[in-house]
């Protein structure tokens, strides 16, 4: 990891983490790597779980999963073949084949535990506190930040990295202007064995969306087969509704709360007749609903010096990429390397100098990448929401719709993300623009 020989000459940095998903967690891995840290990770919930069905782990995710020594232990379901279609009549509007990547880095479709295990699996013992709900920060100048629990506990730290979600305490405490609101889109989620639906050959063969006009139901296996016994194999299916959220009053953020079968197979009763019966294949109390939630981009992800935003506590995008956990495990990994980075060249025997560069040099890289998300997510919303023909059937816009997103390919900048390539370029960049000293010590032009 680099030469980090001043950190090792000073004080011990305190380093609190709140919030124990993947951003909290991969942020706990790479920092802890660093020498002279004491980390704490304080996670609301009395036990450490993942709420919710599958996630997706591609090439940016793998590449970060790898540096965190994490990616062994990540197994799921090798997406080879991605079909879209018009949810009303089945009719195929698009299908995909492989990507062109090693099979290592293939995208993969994994059942959220199991990212999670093999994640918490690298955190040493003692680092995650468990039913620490935050209630307050407070800035206590250069002796860092006081954290308050609502158990009554008190925690002082030099460093708070808020990985604490889309409703993030440490970020209102930062920029208490800054507020979300509810997208019109509530998704129920589920997973359910493969047996269940195994006499219907359209929902075995491939990782579908299908599409109707107010929403879609995906579903795509969670399990990689060559590991796991074909009566344990299991099915993931999201189900999606949109509405104007102007419409809506009085939304409350909802998380993973209980929904019936009645509720979620009121929405797609005019879909085609095997995603009806897929639907009422689902055991009674297994769906999970959740609303979401979104706010405008930050101009800064760090604030007064010692705190930094992490995953979607930072970017509220809700999940507009289908990357949130390679996105908080970047910023992670990128924390560590920019706090490596500012000690081994502060050589300064206080903690808030080279932690105060370290908050900035990180902000340069993930902020830029975050505001690019945001333009690209305006521009989709131009494309798609343009006066339509009247005459317009949804059948005949649906390809369109499908299309205007881009994808895989046309988002490398997204789905091809090297986070050490991209550390790797920032360093090169800031070697070739420092001045050369001259063997007096004198600053030459280079």
């Known amino acids: 990891m680099g030469d980090a020989g001043p950190l090792q000459e000073s004080s011990t940095l305190r380093v609190a983490i709140v919030g124990g998903g993947p951003a909290g967690l991969g942020a706990a891995i790479a920092l802890s790597a660093l020498p002279n840290i004491q980390v704490s990770l304080f996670e609301q919930a009395k036990e ?32 080879t073949s991605i079909i879209h279609r018009n949810g009303l009549t089945g009719e195929l509007v698009k299908q995909t084949g492989p990507v062109d990547l090693p099979l290592r880095y293939q995208p993969r479709r994994v059942r959220r535990t199991r990212l999670q295990s093999a994640l918490r699996a690298q955190v040493a013992p003692g680092i995650i506190q468990l039913n620490k709900r935050l209630l307050s920060l407070e800035d206590l100048g250069d002796s860092g930040v006081r954290l308050t629990f609502q158990d009554g506990t008190i925690a002082e730290a030099d460093l708070v ?16 202007e800054h507020k979300i609101r509810f997208t019109g889109t509530t998704i129920w989620r589920v997973i359910i064995p493969v047996s269940k639906i195994s006499n219907v050959p359209e929902l075995t063969v491939s990782t579908s969306w299908w599409h109707g006009p107010s929403g879609h139901v995906y579903h795509s296996f969670v399990d ?38 009645e509720r979620v197979q009121s929405h ?37 010096d010692k705190v930094v935003l992490l995953g979607d506590a930072s970017h509220p995008l809700s999940g507009a990429f289908g990357s949130g956990a390679a996105f908080a495990l970047e910023d992670g990994w990128i924390l560590a390397r ?6 081994a060249q502060g050589g300064a ?23 690019r998300m945001y333009q690209y997510l305006d521009g989709l919303k131009q494309k798609t929401s343009r006066p339509k023909d009247s005459n317009a ?20 900048w997204i789905y091809r993300n090297d ?26 032009s280079g």
Not at 48 to 76: F, S, T
Not at 229 to 252: H, L, Q, S
């Open 48 to 79: 450490l779980r993942e709420i919710g069905a599958g996630i997706r782990i591609g090439y940016n995710c793998w590449r970060v999963l790898e540096l965190l020594g994490a990616a062994e232990d990540v197994k799921g379901h090798h997406k």
């Open 338 to 343: 920019t706090i490596e980075h500012a000690y």
């Open 224 to 261: 990689d087969p060559d590991e796991t016994p074909e009566e344990e194999r299991y099915i993931e299916i999201a189900a999606r509704n949109v509405v104007d959220p102007a419409t809506v009053t009085g939304k409350t953020f909802s998380w993973g709360i209980p929904a019936t079968n």
């Open 349 to 371: 025997t206080s903690t808030s100098q080279p932690l105060s560069k370290a908050l900035d040099v990180f902000d340069r890289i993930r902020s830029p990448y975050y505001s």
């Open 161 to 176: 990295v808020g990985s604490d979600g889309i409703r993030s305490v440490v970020r209102d405490h930062i920029f208490p």
């Open 393 to 412: 059937t949804f059948a005949s816009t649906l390809k369109s719709r499908i299309e205007a997103f881009g994808g895989e390919e046309a988002l490398p």
């Open 419 to 444: 986070i050490e390539g991209v550390w790797r370029d920032f360093v090169l960049a800031e070697q070739a623009e420092a001045p050369q000293v001259s063997p007096a010590g004198e600053a030459v």
């Open 268 to 304: 797609f009763e005019d879909y085609d007749a095997r995603i009806r019966e897929f639907l009422a294949q689902v055991p009674e109390g297994q769906w999970k609903e959740f609303a979401a939630f979104a706010g405008p981009r930050l101009d800064r992800l760090t604030g007064w």
